[in-house]
């Protein structure tokens, strides 16, 4: 079992940036895969970035590739999204979650989000 609690969220201009946090209780944090989505209403929740738990590799959504940073604190049991050249369409609820394979559709875990607002 694991627990997950996002932080970080709020209200940011425009060009900004914001870093969130997701703190986890539960199974070493480099035996599982990490992952940040996010959610709008009435849309479908999208993948936002990953880290795999052997080695930390990353992988990340198109529409944040080269603005997001995902990472994570092995001995803090935390990972964080850096998020810069925050734009409205960014706007969404962002959640934490954590599971065994890649596929999105697979994450088992889940924290219970955070929100980004974003203003133009």
């Known amino acids: 079992q694991v627990q997950l609690v996002e932080s970080g969220g709020g209200l940011v201009q425009a060009g900004g940036s914001l870093r969130l946090s997701c703190a986890t209780e539960?199974?070493?944090?480099?035996?599982?895969?990490m992952g940040w989505f996010r959610q709008t209403p009435g849309k479908e929740r999208d993948f936002v970035a990953g880290i795999r738990g052997t080695g930390g590799t990353t992988w990340y959504g198109n529409s944040v590739k080269g603005r997001f940073t995902i990472s994570r604190d092995l001995a803090k049991k935390t990972v964080y999204l850096q998020m810069s050249s925050l734009q409205p369409e960014d706007t969404a609820v962002y959640y934490c979650?954590?599971?065994?394979?890649?596929?999105?559709?697979?994450?088992?875990?889940w924290g219970q989000g955070t929100q980004v607002t974003v203003s133009s």
């Open positions: 979650a954590a599971g065994d394979y890649e596929d999105p559709d697979e994450f088992k875990y």
């Open positions: 539960g199974r070493t944090l480099s035996t599982y895969i």
